[in-house]
């Protein structure tokens, strides 16, 4: 049992569904079932998962909307594609690869993420925006993190732009309270 990711605005107010989920074995009806393979359809809306069921082995494919009803990214250059939890979860599991950060704490990242965009946004948000919600929150839990997930999406433009960050990062350390507002802005 798990509970529906999926969100929908009541006049632009953004809740989770929080429907609780059960991918029932159709043979058995058991509750919980096995994912054993996941493949993303339709640039990512929709995730088909080959499920096996524990209790009797029966194996079945889900096709699975995961999408914010609604909420649509506007990206660098204007195009505009419907937000994608887990494209974003690929993003940040990048960057804090071998880094001590659990599966865990990836996905409460990203439900931090939402709870925000669910303030901030109204029916379109900025790619933009979403990169800074995930700058400041790495920032916060691991500076190697920042500094890899800084590097691919504000592409620093040489190494001394990088290094100028890292001391920043250094710097901050010593001081309380200066690591807040301090995200470098992407390189238009
Ligand atoms: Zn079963």
Redesign the pocket.
């Known amino acids: 049992m798990r509970l529906c990711l999926c969100h929908y605005s009541v006049s632009a107010g953004w809740i989770l569904c929080g429907k609780v989920v059960a991918m029932r074995?159709p043979?058995?009806a058991?509750e919980d079932t096995r994912v054993i393979d996941s493949r993303e359809l339709e640039e990512g809306s929709m995730t088909r998962r080959r499920r096996e069921?524990p209790?009797?082995a029966?194996r079945f494919t889900t096709y699975e909307r995961h999408e914010y009803a609604g909420l649509t990214i506007v990206k660098k250059d204007g195009r505009r594609e419907p937000y994608n939890r887990d494209k974003l979860a690929r993003g940040v599991k990048k960057a804090v690869e071998k880094r001590p950060l659990s599966n865990d704490d990836v996905e409460a990242l990203i439900s931090g993420i939402e709870q925000r965009l669910h303030e901030v946004a109204k029916s379109e948000v900025r790619s933009k925006v979403i990169g800074e919600l995930v700058l400041q929150a790495l920032r916060a839990m691991d500076p190697v993190a920042y500094i890899r997930f800084a590097s691919v999406y504000v592409g620093f433009a040489d190494l001394e732009a990088m290094k100028r960050e890292v001391d920043a990062l250094l710097h901050a350390d010593t001081i309380e309270g200066a690591t807040e507002n301090h995200i470098p802005q992407p390189v238009a």
């Open positions: 074995c043979q058995c058991h069921c209790q009797c029966m």
